[in-house]
C-alpha cells in the first residue's frame, strides 16, 4: 500500500531529513527545511520512502539512473542505488568538482536519464542538465525525496512549494510563533 503524505513527512522528518519549525529563508520564511538525511539509521523506512520515489520515476522509463555525489553523498547514491535496484536500470553517479561534472561511467548518445537522489539544488539540476546534453542523451524526470520548491521541474514525494512565505504575510508570524534557532549543521546554505 502507498505511504500516505502524512506518513512521509513523519518518516522524513524522523530520519533528519526534513526539520519543521518556522524558518527565516532569506526574505521568506517557511515551516520545512532540509536537514541531512540519515538513512542508516532505519534502512527499512529508508527503502519504503525509495521505493514510494522508484514508482514515480517508473512511469517515466528511463533507461539509466543519474545519483548526484554532492553535499552529502550517501542518501542520495543510496537512494538512488534502490530506485536503481526496483527499475532494473544502471546508475551513473555523477560529481559536482567545482562546476566540474565527472560522472563514473560516459552516458551514452540517445540515452534517457533520470536524476534521482534526496533532494536536489538548482546548481544540482542545472549541472547534470548540461551533463546529459553535453553526451547527446537527455535528462526528462528529475525524482527527489524532497523537493526544496526552487529548482525546477522537480518531482519531489514531498514539496517545500507553498510552506515559504514573504516574512510580511508569514501565517505563523501572524499566530505569533517565535522563529525556530537554527540547528547546528542544518542543510541551510545548500543552494
Ligand atoms: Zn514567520
Not at 513523519?10 to 517557511?30: C, N, P
Not at 527545511?33 to 514510494?52: I, K, Q
Not at 512511469?59 to 542505488?81: E, K, N, Q, R, Y
Request: net charge negative; with cysteine.
Amino acid at each position: 500500500m502507498p505511504m500516505n503524505q502524512e506518513t512521509i513527512w513523519t518518516t522524513l522528518e524522523r530520519l533528519g531529513a526534513v526539520q519543521r519549525g518556522h524558518f527565516r529563508d532569506g526574505d521568506e520564511h517557511t515551516d520545512a527545511e532540509l536537514g541531512s538525511l540519515d538513512p542508516l539509521s532505519d534502512p527499512v523506512a529508508t527503502e519504503a520512502l525509495a521505493h514510494e520515489l522508484a514508482e514515480i520515476a517508473r512511469a517515466d522509463t528511463p533507461d539509466v539512473i543519474l545519483a548526484m555525489h554532492g553535499w552529502t553523498p550517501l542518501p542520495g547514491i543510496l537512494v538512488a542505488f534502490r530506485v536503481g535496484v526496483e527499475l532494473g536500470k544502471p546508475i551513473i553517479s555523477l560529481s559536482d568538482e567545482e562546476g566540474i561534472v565527472r560522472a563514473s561511467r560516459p552516458l551514452y548518445r540517445g540515452t534517457k536519464a533520470a536524476l534521482v537522489g534526496e533532494a536536489f539544488s538548482t546548481r544540482d539540476v542545472s549541472l547534470a542538465r548540461a551533463h546529459v546534453g553535453q553526451a547527446g542523451a537527455s535528462l526528462d524526470g528529475v525524482f527527489a525525496l524532497i523537493d526544496d520548491g526552487r529548482a525546477e521541474r522537480v518531482q519531489g514525494l514531498v514539496s517545500f512549494a507553498g510552506h515559504r512565505h514573504a516574512s510580511a504575510t508569514c501565517p505563523m508570524c501572524k499566530e505569533g510563533h517565535p522563529l525556530t534557532e537554527p540547528a547546528s549543521g542544518s542543510g541551510a546554505g545548500r543552494n
